[in-house]
């Protein structure tokens, strides 16, 4: 693979990761960050999240819940997702503390307020490297089914970026190509690092 990707969402973790785990199963150089202040996860009610800090192993987190009500947790999918997280990587990462060192070439978001939260840290932090990034947002709504697709869709609209000579040439009709092809409409941006 010629380039090195982040999907990023916003603090729970699912649609970043299961477009990494797709990614990563296909080979792909790809990591995964959330942008909140914490790893907010369902709780009994919408005004009772469970809520972890940045770093706290996924293990930790599908215990704490398989404690708390297994079925619950199994029910409404948290579990598992937290399963397959564990198989990918060890703890949520936070996109302003991890990816500082301007190695990634193709940045995936998958809520327009992310999107503009990691255009914004781009082009307010240095930029030693004055390395392009490509910051692409696809829209999916926030939940394990959606995510599912979102993670399908991501993985081929990398397979297609990674088809051309030079993405910076060829982005334009790229997704031009892949928002007639799937009738999803994509916002992109070109920061540098």
Known sequence: MKYRYAMVCSSNQNRSMEAHY??????????SYGTGAHVKLPGPSLREP?????????????DDLRRKDPELYKRNGI?????RNIGVKAAPQRW?????DGSFDIVFTFEE??????????????????????????????????AAIGGRLTFDLCQE????????????????AFEKRHRRKLLYSISFY
């Open 22 to 31: 797709l990614l990563k199963r296909h080979g792909f150089d790809v990591s």
């Open 50 to 62: 469970n809520v972890y800090e940045f770093g706290t192993p996924y293990k930790q987190m599908f």
């Open 79 to 83: 579990l598992p997702m937290l399963k």
């Open 96 to 100: 302003q503390d991890n990816a500082l």
């Open 113 to 146: 307020k992310v999107f503009d939260t990691v255009v914004e840290d781009l082009n307010t932090r240095e930029q030693p490297f004055m390395k392009t990034v490509l910051v692409i947002n696809l829209e999916v709504k926030d939940n394990h089914e959606e």
């Open 161 to 176: 970026i990674e088809a051309a000579e030079s993405w910076e040439e060829s982005i334009d009709d790229i997704i031009a």
